[in-house]
């Protein structure tokens, strides 16, 4: 399909882990998002792309969370050091341009992420 | 900070019943608004949105008007069918500051529709 795509699905992680998770967006997509929804919560801004450069990464919960997208189009959301709290959906989203007044944000299925 | 209230779920409703969703913001600037819906095992999608005050966005038999007064979002539908049954996800972007590109969801409503 032509949507935004996420791998792995599922992750189980032990704690203290490395992960990589990765997200392909729409082709041509100029903007790229990573949220974190924890269970029972809405998704929180982590970090937003334009092409290859990361324009804003506020979101980050702290310095285990890194992202890039090297080449402007994947992008790999990585969680080094995983603890407990990491535990969450990691959703990715693509976007034509970035604001989104005049364009939509187009949502991948999303990570989930377990540490144990 | 900008945030997002949703009412608390779950709502169960029968077929063909009317369905309101409540959603209030609170916004430094001028927001967009936004409702996104989850069908399940599935990604995010918008389901309407509103730019400015009095805008009323509509999609699949759903509508919500921009209460700029009121601050409020509220989502309904007149005749809700079991394939609506989802969870249902307010949202805003904030256009002042430069942080057009960034939701603020509420925390979701989960809706069941039995027949």
């Known amino acids: 399909g032509a949507g935004v795509s996420q791998s792995p699905r599922y992750k189980v992680a032990k704690r203290g882990q490395d992960v990589a998770l990765r997200c392909d967006p729409i082709s041509g997509h100029v903007s790229l998002f990573w949220y974190q929804q924890a269970l029972g919560q809405g998704p929180e801004f982590l970090t937003y792309?334009?092409?290859?450069?990361?324009?804003?990464k506020s979101g980050l919960p702290s310095d285990r969370f890194f992202a890039e997208r090297p080449e402007g189009s994947v992008s790999t959301l990585k969680i080094q050091r995983t603890q407990q709290e990491d535990s969450a959906v990691y959703l990715c989203?693509?976007?034509?341009?970035?604001?989104?007044?005049?364009?939509?944000?187009?949502f991948g299925q999303g990570t989930r992420l377990t540490v144990v | 900070g900008d945030s997002v209230t949703q009412m608390e779920g779950p709502v169960t409703l029968s077929e063909e019943a009317f369905l309101t969703i409540n959603c209030t913001y609170t916004a430094t600037g001028y927001p967009s608004l936004f409702w996104y819906v989850q069908y399940p095992g599935e990604g995010l999608q918008l389901l309407l949105k509103?730019?400015?005050?009095?805008d009323k966005g509509s999609n699949k038999g759903f509508e919500a008007t921009y209460r700029k007064e009121t601050t409020s979002f509220h989502l309904e539908k007149g005749s809700v069918q079991v394939s609506d049954s989802a969870v249902y996800f307010c949202?805003?972007?904030?256009?002042?500051?430069?942080?057009?590109?960034?939701?603020?969801f509420g925390k979701g409503t989960l809706l069941t529709v039995n027949p």
């Open positions: 989203a693509s976007s034509l341009l970035g604001h989104l007044m005049n364009t939509e944000a187009f």
């Open positions: 792309f334009q092409n290859e450069a990361q324009l804003d």
């Open positions: 949202a805003l972007s904030d256009i002042s500051g430069g942080s057009n590109y960034k939701l603020t």
């Open positions: 509103a730019t400015k005050a009095d």
